[in-house]
């Protein structure tokens, strides 16, 4: 094990040298020392984090990274709350959550090219003897894959919850359904397909019934022989759960306790299933790209193009595409319990960065890591956003102190949030990130920079914090 301290004096120097390529240590080390929050104040000193720091502040146990340059892997690590660092990264698997998404949409590229499957044919014949019940969906606007994939089937489910462990877990068909053992409801196409862009895990877990039945093969051989294998993804499986002899990593929820059995079992395997590494994701970005630039890779120049065409919402298949020219790049987010993730490559650069954490609160670390990256290479695309502060008006905000509840059972979940201040410093206290600074951007209007949550206040007197809304106990 390689144990690391870098001196936090290095910011200085790292934020002064990002005009000029930094040799792979300094960049390492510009990284490490430069996570960044979502929000900067104008003419306010920037804040840069180390880390480890703010491993600690968000408790979040282990964070695995892999930093692509030029179309290789430059460097990975492992590094733990404690302040240590494994480097390279230790094989241990994390789940990539939607992650997965993409990895399916590169299979799903990879077999249309093949003429195995067609992505615009109405996907009834696929499923069978699997039905969809009625909904918006006619003879003129059928479900495909290509629009499950899209997300504008029409589709519902959000995502899923995962099975803890010993429980009954349905098969992909049950899920589809909602027949027990699945503790999700049934998919239905809610709207027109082809008419609007709705994030579905639930459309995902359609297009994974269809590809097994279309092609006869079970989903996770079907990824084994067309992806993971080909890209030399050698530490990645759709297995679940995942063996016991095969080192994974434990989950860990918000408030830091471990998941149960250490890992949820997810089903729906295209929406969520993945076990990984961060380098195997970044091969698989890697290749994603070099098909891309018509270079040899696990897909053709034809089907990596299908897969980076951008549907609505600037979506392709699996991925999020944006970005013009030089500045083109796909990502995407992934969040199961217990553990949550990103990616962002660059096409044309061949730069990028893969980040698995073991932790519900590792999304929060997962932006700040890329900020950094962001700044060590000059990413426009997530500088932090600027905001001025302003006056506030302190007699009416005194009245808004207390405690309010945000009724979300689709996102995180029902919750308390609290507004207080200490004299002039203003917070927002929420059950995954404690207490978080605020600032004032109006009389009645104030800002997380961590989190990049405004927080504000409907007629009613309801705290609004982002789209959210709670009311006041």
């Known amino acids: 094990m390689l144990r690391i301290f870098i001196p936090l004096a290095f910011l200085a120097a790292a934020a002064s040298s990002v005009s000029e390529p930094l040799p792979d240590a300094a960049l390492r080390q510009a990284i490490e020392n430069g996570l960044r929050p979502k929000i900067d104040v104008a003419g306010e000193p920037s804040t840069h984090w180390n880390v480890y720091e703010r491993m600690r502040r968000y408790g979040v146990p282990t964070m695995t990274v892999a930093m692509i340059r030029h179309g290789t892997i430059a460097w990975s690590a492992t590094y733990r709350s404690d302040g240590t660092v494994s480097m390279p990264a230790t094989r241990e698997r994390y789940q990539a959550a939607s992650l997965s998404k993409g990895v399916a949409g590169s299979l799903a590229a990879l077999l249309a090219d093949k003429r195995q499957i067609d992505l615009d044919a109405p996907v009834d014949a696929c499923l069978a003897p699997l039905q969809l019940p009625p909904g918006k969906q006619d003879e003129a606007h059928p479900v495909t894959l290509r629009n499950l994939l899209h997300h504008t089937a029409g589709a ?146 034809a089907a990596a193009e299908d897969m980076l065409s951008q549907g609505m919402n600037h979506y392709g298949l699996g991925v999020f595409v944006a970005g013009d020219g030089t500045a083109r790049h796909f990502m995407h987010e992934g969040g199961n319990t217990g553990f949550k993730s990103k990616y962002v490559m660059y096409l044309d650069s061949g730069d990028g960065v893969v980040m698995l954490t073991d932790s519900d609160s590792g999304r929060w670390l997962n932006v700040e890591f890329t900020k950094a990256v962001a700044d060590a290479l000059g990413w426009d695309d997530f500088a932090p956003r600027i905001v001025t502060r302003e006056p506030l008006d302190v007699a009416t905000m005194e009245k808004r102190v207390g405690t309010y509840l945000i009724a979300d059972e689709i996102g995180d979940g029902s919750r308390h949030v609290a507004l207080g201040h200490d004299g002039s410093a203003w917070y927002l206290t929420m059950p995954d990130t404690g207490k978080t600074p605020l600032v004032p951007t109006g009389e009645h209007a104030l800002v997380s920079p961590e989190l990049g949550y405004e927080v504000t206040f409907d007629d009613s007197g309801g705290l609004i914090v982002g789209t959210l809304r709670a009311t006041r106990l």
């Open 156 to 301: 519902t489910v959000n995502g899923f919850s995962g099975y803890p462990a010993g429980a009954p877990v349905p098969s992909p068909e049950q899920v589809v359904l909602g027949e027990p053992p699945a503790n999700s409801p049934a998919v239905a196409i809610a709207t027109t397909p082809g008419t609007a862009y709705a994030y579905s895990g639930g459309g995902y877990t359609v297009a994974q019934v269809a590809l097994t039945h279309c092609t006869k093969k079970p989903f996770r051989d079907l990824m084994q022989a067309y992806v993971l294998g080909p890209a030399g993804m050698r530490d990645s499986s759709f297995a679940q759960p995942m063996p016991a002899t095969i080192a994974h990593a434990t989950g860990h929820l918000a408030n830091g306790e471990a998941v149960r059995g250490g890992a949820n079992t997810y089903p729906e395997l295209a929406a969520a299933g993945l076990w990984t590494t961060a380098s195997d994701l970044a091969r698989w970005l890697i290749g994603v790209r070099d098909a891309y630039r018509g270079e040899t890779s696990f897909l053709s120049k």
